[in-house]
């Protein structure tokens, strides 16, 4: 019964905070200047999260602090295991998401996804990647920050799968930085998303009895400098992100 509660408290509010912070972003987002946009949305995108992740009862603790924008833009490349994943990124480092077409269409979430400028794509038709990555390559040489996911899918567990080459083609010449990053969760959280609508994923996630703990380690960043391979830089940020991952992991065991 408890159980049951929980769930339905935290599905309201998932729901109600979304539906009340959609038309305040918009709002403001339209008497921002064209100088501030960006930053408006930054900062109402780590808000929505921040406030999401609470209501879940997740906690984000992170090893290290994200490194100073250089005022380049920016490729945050993570491993996906969850779709908390897309509040972990957002929470700590704003910019924009990159996500499969069907999201747009999902209750609630898909408004939100558009609201915020999120980028598309349909992984499996040709022409709605290449818009994908005109569109990132454009974002990435405004000076903006784009979190993708290029194993393409969730996964359970801690290993890397191939990274999609695909994904990088959109940060080559564009004097972007890539930075690395792990993400882990507590064993035993149950937060991955495999092999269940979001729906259900979501309604678990509600009914979780203890808070779900997970660690974000942050790497080096990665030069795309002019002349940079897609394949190349795919190969280098999964390493990366495989040793961000590895510590994140590890942390768990030698932080309380």
Do not use: C
Request: charge should be positive; charged fraction near 25%.
């Amino acid at each position: 019964m408890i159980s049951r509660v929980r769930q339905a408290t935290r599905a309201v509010g998932f729901v109600g905070f979304t539906g009340v912070m959609i038309p305040l972003y918009v709002g403001r987002d339209r008497i921002a200047s064209d100088h501030d946009r960006d930053e408006v949305r930054d900062r109402w995108v780590k808000r929505w999260a921040g406030g999401l992740l609470s209501l879940f009862d997740v906690r984000i603790e992170p090893i290290d602090a994200p490194p100073a924008r250089s005022g380049k833009g920016r490729l945050i490349v993570s491993n996906h295991r969850s779709a908390i994943d897309i509040g972990v990124l957002l929470k700590t480092f704003g910019g924009r998401m990159v996500s499969k077409a069907d999201l747009s269409t999902w209750p609630i979430i898909g408004a939100a996804a558009r609201s915020v400028g999120t980028v598309f794509v349909d992984r499996g038709d040709a022409k709605s990647g290449a818009s994908a990555i005109r569109e990132i390559r454009d974002l990435l040489r405004a000076g903006q920050s784009v979190n993708i996911f290029p194993e393409g899918t969730t996964f359970e567990g801690d290993e890397v799968r191939p990274f999609q080459a695909g994904s990088f083609l959109s940060a080559t010449n564009t004097g972007a930085e890539i930075l690395p990053v792990g993400i882990a969760y507590e064993e035993g959280s149950e937060a991955a998303f495999v092999g269940e609508t979001f729906m259900q994923h979501l309604g678990r996630m509600a009914a979780a009895k203890r808070a779900t703990r997970v660690r974000i380690s942050i790497g080096e960043p990665i030069s795309t400098e002019k002349g940079a391979k897609a394949s190349n830089l795919a190969k280098l940020t999964h390493a990366a992100v495989e040793r961000e991952v590895a510590r994140a992991r590890a942390s768990f065991v030698v932080r309380p």
